[in-house]
């Protein structure tokens, strides 16, 4: 029998590969089905949104950094708030605090649609996507209602929030909320128990606890591998020591842990949202008392010169921030998100940086994917659920 | 836990180095010599009191026309103690500091960035190259004297519309410094 002829084959996955979660690029080296080796080139959606801070006024930069991780945005902006709120020196009014708790988890929910639908479609339970984008699709009106805006509302704004909220709001997030529960075991019904989708998953990319924390991968996919470590409970911003809720998390470190993490979630998410609206009054404060930041109320504005002035100087120069740096993280939907930012005591700031978890989530998967199938490794991308927008900024 | 507390743990594992405990609103900031610094990053992940498992970011600072101009930053973690530290060298211009790959994997593309971005070299790093820029791109775009927001009309040869200098003076110009 004549030998049969081997080499390894070197492929290009991406840039514009359905799978890869928009413009990832991943270059491997395959021979026959098994991946020998993994080089992935990124930056194809770097925008510069951190150099183009530095020519904005702080709260300027609100919109900016919405736009780097797309489906969590509102994770970047609370990091980047709480980060100047820190060097300023503010503390937030409880109802600020919860009426953000309810956003970000709402956005939480969002986010994790996003990856339950295609991070399924990509194994092949394609009809999943519908049904998580129909509900998805819910949050963006809350959205729309609360700022005009689906997809990056700027709500969240250095010293409180853009304005109060609208009429209707708890009507919509309470119908949200009452309908959830079951789409979710709706959801679960078709993938936990799901012969095909387990055998895809199960074992599948497995990250150790002691590598996650290598590669600096804090967030679900750590506590997949069993740490139980979650901002909200070890470094708590903006009230959630006040809430009651739970960390989900699993020891098998595989694909199938990470989902079922996620799941668990999403479940506690909904736990929250509930807590928080039960708290909000339908009106009230929605930004702190400091008049560095926050803009008088429209009437003195009318009425009173010192108001006016302050209004303009607001609108026009801007606020100062504290000669300083600060990092304050929060628990975005893909891990630790966190915004370093350092001030050189004038209007605007002198450097933002976001800590972004998909660019470490995509440095690590190599060491992950080495030695598995070419299947598999769609698994995995669509398991560590990056986003470019995060990785690239 | 305090700067200084940290500090007079890491001073007997680390002789002869000099630590200085920086300013900060949120969590420890400890100065480290770029010439100690991996020394001092394995002690921070190994010793018993502190267990730095983690490094979140690396990332750098310019503080043009300060010298020395440049300050790079790593946010290590802490899980088991519930601890944050922010480490900082300061690194001069044109100057060079080692890499920490060896301490925590997770360095190899924050430090490639921080390279990309401001141009500063991580002495024993794998794999210096470009990461969010182009490969054949010129410059290291997060420097402070790194020409922004030039409008150039793209494929051709018009001259700028605003000069590196023109732009550097609005800008000036318009950040306000008051007092507080």
Known sequence: MAEIRTETMTVNMGPQHPSTHGVLRLVLELDGEVIQSVMPTI????????????????????????????????????????????????????????????????????????????????????????????????????????????????????????EDLPRGFHEMVNEFLDRFPTKMDEFERLLTKNDIFRRRTEGVGVVTLENAYQWGLVGPIARAAGSDY???????????????????????????????????????????????????????????????????????????????????????????????????????????????????????????KMRAPSFMAIQALPSVVQGGLIADLVAVIGSTDVVMGDCDR | MQASAIIEILQPLVPGAVFEPGRSVDFATIYVPADRLVETCLV??????????????????????????????????????????RLKVRVPSGGSLPTVQGVWRGAGWPEREVWDMFGIVFDGHNDLRRLLMPEDWEGHPARKDYPVQI???AQTYEPLEVSEEEFRANIERDRVKRAH
């Open chain 2, 44 to 85: 921070l992940r190994d010793a018993a009191p502190l267990e730095f498992k983690a490094l979140i970011e690396v990332t750098a600072a310019d503080y043009l026309p300060h010298e020395p101009r440049y300050e790079v930053v790593y946010h290590l973690l802490s899980v088991s103690k519930r601890l944050r530290l």
């Open chain 1, 43 to 162: 930056g194809y959606l770097h925008t510069g949104i951190e150099k183009t801070a530095e020519q904005k006024k702080w709260q300027q930069v609100i919109p900016l950094v919405e736009r780097m991780d797309y489906l969590g945005p509102q994770s970047n902006s609370l990091a980047y708030a709480l980060s100047v709120e820190k060097l300023l020196g503010l503390e937030m009014p409880k109802r600020v605090n919860d009426i953000r708790v309810l956003l970000a988890e709402l956005q939480r929910l969002g986010s994790h649609l996003i990856w339950l639908g295609t991070h399924a479609m990509e194994i092949g339970a394609v009809s999943m996507l519908f049904y998580a984008i129909r509900e998805r699709e819910l949050l963006l009106n809350i959205n729309e209602l609360i700022a005009g805006f689906r997809f990056f509302p700027s709500y969240i704004r250095i010293g409180g929030l853009r």
């Open chain 1, 230 to 352: 979650d901002v909200r409970k070890y470094f708590p911003y903006s009230g959630y020591d006040t809430y009651d809720f739970t960390v989900p998390t699993a020891t098998e470190g595989d694909v199938y842990a990470r989902y079922r993490v996620r799941i668990a979630e999403m479940r506690q998410s909904i736990n929250l949202c509930r807590q928080a609206i039960a708290r909000i009054s339908p009106t009230g404060v929605w930004a702190c008392d400091d008049t560095r930041v926050v803009p008088p109320p429209k009437d003195k504005v009318y009425t009173e010169m010192e108001a006016l002035i302050q209004h303009f100087l607001i609108y026009s120069q801007g606020f100062t921030v504290p000669v300083g740096d600060a990092y304050v993280p929060v628990e975005g939907p893909r891990g630790e998100h966190g915004c370093y930012i350092v001030s050189d005591g004038s209007n605007r700031p002198w450097r933002v």
């Open chain 2, 151 to 153: 409008r150039k009309a």
